[in-house]
């Protein structure tokens, strides 16, 4: 069964977020909440398509490169904790090599949706039956200092894939990683999935999809407010736009009104104004070159142990210790 963490005030904290976030200039909405059941399926869909690379290189480091990424983890026995662990389709490869090779090891895989946590779990019981799952819902560091003041003793093998800590802008991802760091015990491990710096052109086609998936994907927020908060949004009167800017590495993306409107948010009871083309930023995909990553692992505490890139070099994952 699932575990829900302290969730209660989950829609509290969405509403108080939002309220928040169209009060700003600009206007800006965290891409974590994304992911209700709707989002949590189309993000699968976008994982499906060709141009969406990150799922393909990330699967072929894992796939060609398992036994390596084993072979470094050592032998003691431990919890491998993934953050924001989504549907599991690329860590199933590690977690089949794992359980195939005997590795005493249980998996504890986190995300604020439970919806997708569900789908994961029962798709582990059918293709692993002998994995020991516990799903943890609830939001990283929440779960994290939860299972910390649980006095588990427990060597932890952290994955962060998919390049989530792309959502984070540089300086949150060094002070998100260093509290992470500030949560581990020497000798644990953290493996984490980095987009890489490339053509411009790959970047902005992975999030600009001609079939409007990603636009779908994105918009849904403005649903998800309209069905849990109690919004108004008409959300043709919105539309998807993607940026990337090669010098900084940050991917954007924004939901921009197409003409000028008022929408009506019941459960935040305001009414919020946006002129004609104003913007809302709802993701950062921030991209890194190889050095930045490894700055990355030094600042934040960590060694480096190994990186893991696919054929292209699209994409790293890149494994560290606590030392
Ligand atoms: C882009 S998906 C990636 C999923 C998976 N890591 C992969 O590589 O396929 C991001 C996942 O992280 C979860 N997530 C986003 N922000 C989160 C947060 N602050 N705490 C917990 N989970 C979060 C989302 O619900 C979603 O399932």
Same mark, same amino acid.
């Given at each position: 069964?699932?575990?829900?963490?302290?969730?209660?005030?989950?829609?509290?904290?969405?509403?108080?977020?939002?309220?928040?976030?169209?009060?700003?200039?600009?206007?800006?909405?965290?891409?974590?909440?994304?992911?209700?059941?709707?989002?949590?399926?189309?993000?699968?869909?976008?994982?499906?398509?060709?141009?969406?690379?990150?799922?393909?290189?990330?699967?072929?480091?894992?796939?060609?490169?398992?036994?390596?990424?084993?072979?470094?983890?050592?032998?003691?026995?431990?919890?491998?904790?993934?953050?924001?662990?989504?549907?599991?389709?690329?860590?199933?490869?590690?977690?089949?090599?794992?359980?195939?090779?005997?590795?005493?090891?249980?998996?504890?895989?986190?995300?604020?949706?439970?919806?997708? /946590?569900?789908? =994961?779990?029962?798709?582990? @019981? &059918?293709?692993?039956? *002998?994995? %020991? $799952?516990?799903?943890?819902?609830?939001?990283?560091?929440?779960?994290?200092?939860?299972?910390?003041?649980?006095?588990?003793?427990?060597?932890?093998?952290?994955?962060?894939?998919?390049?989530?800590?792309?959502?984070?802008?540089?300086?949150?991802?060094?002070?998100?990683?260093?509290?992470?760091?500030?949560?581990?015990?020497?000798?644990?491990?953290?493996?984490?999935?980095?987009?890489?710096?490339?053509?411009?052109?790959?970047?902005?086609?992975?999030?600009?999809?001609?079939?409007?998936?990603?636009?779908?994907?994105? /918009?849904?927020? =403005?649903?998800?407010?309209? @069905? &849990?908060?109690?919004? *108004?949004? %008409? $959300?043709?009167?919105?539309?998807?736009?993607?940026?990337?800017?090669?010098?900084?590495?940050?991917?954007?993306?924004?939901?921009?009104?197409?003409?000028?409107?008022?929408?009506?948010?019941?459960?935040?009871?305001?009414?919020?104004?946006?002129?004609?083309?104003?913007?809302?930023?709802?993701?950062?995909?921030?991209?890194?070159?190889?050095?930045?990553?490894?700055?990355?692992?030094?600042?934040?505490?960590?060694?480096?142990?190994?990186?893991?890139?696919?054929?292209?070099?699209?994409?790293?994952?890149?494994?560290?210790?606590?030392?």
């Amino acid at each position: 069964m699932t575990i829900t963490t302290s969730l209660a005030g989950s829609k509290k904290a969405f509403a108080l977020s939002v309220l928040e976030g169209l009060q700003r200039t600009p206007k800006q909405i965290s891409s974590k909440y994304f992911y209700d059941e709707n989002g949590d399926r189309l993000f699968q869909q976008i994982m499906r398509m060709p141009s969406y690379y990150l799922t393909d290189s990330e699967y072929e480091i894992f796939d060609l490169q398992k036994e390596a990424i084993l072979r470094q983890l050592g032998d003691r026995p431990f919890d491998l904790i993934e953050l924001g662990a989504g549907d599991g389709l690329k860590t199933k490869v590690l977690l089949r090599h794992l359980s195939q090779k005997g590795v005493s090891f249980k998996y504890r895989p986190v995300d604020i949706s439970s919806s997708v /946590l569900d789908t =994961l779990q029962t798709s582990l @019981r &059918e293709e692993l039956p *002998n994995l %020991e $799952v516990a799903p943890l819902h609830g939001e990283y560091f929440q779960v994290l200092e939860e299972l910390q003041q649980l006095g588990d003793h427990q060597k932890k093998v952290i994955f962060f894939l998919g390049a989530n800590i792309g959502n984070l802008t540089r300086e949150e991802s060094q002070s998100f990683l260093s509290r992470l760091n500030d949560l581990l015990s020497p000798g644990d491990m953290l493996l984490l999935g980095v987009d890489l710096k490339k053509d411009p052109a790959i970047i902005l086609e992975a999030y600009n999809d001609a079939e409007g998936i990603t636009a779908a994907f994105n /918009l849904n927020l =403005l649903h998800r407010i309209n @069905r &849990e908060l109690d919004g *108004n949004f %008409e $959300v043709e009167h919105f539309k998807h736009w993607e940026t990337y800017n090669p010098l900084s590495g940050e991917t954007k993306s924004y939901i921009i009104s197409k003409v000028q409107q008022e929408v009506e948010i019941g459960a935040i009871s305001s009414i919020i104004h946006f002129d004609a083309w104003e913007a809302i930023e709802v993701e950062l995909s921030q991209k890194y070159s190889v050095e930045e990553v490894e700055s990355l692992a030094k600042k934040s505490g960590f060694r480096l142990v190994k990186n893991f890139f696919d054929s292209s070099r699209y994409f790293i994952d890149s494994l560290w210790i606590k030392q």
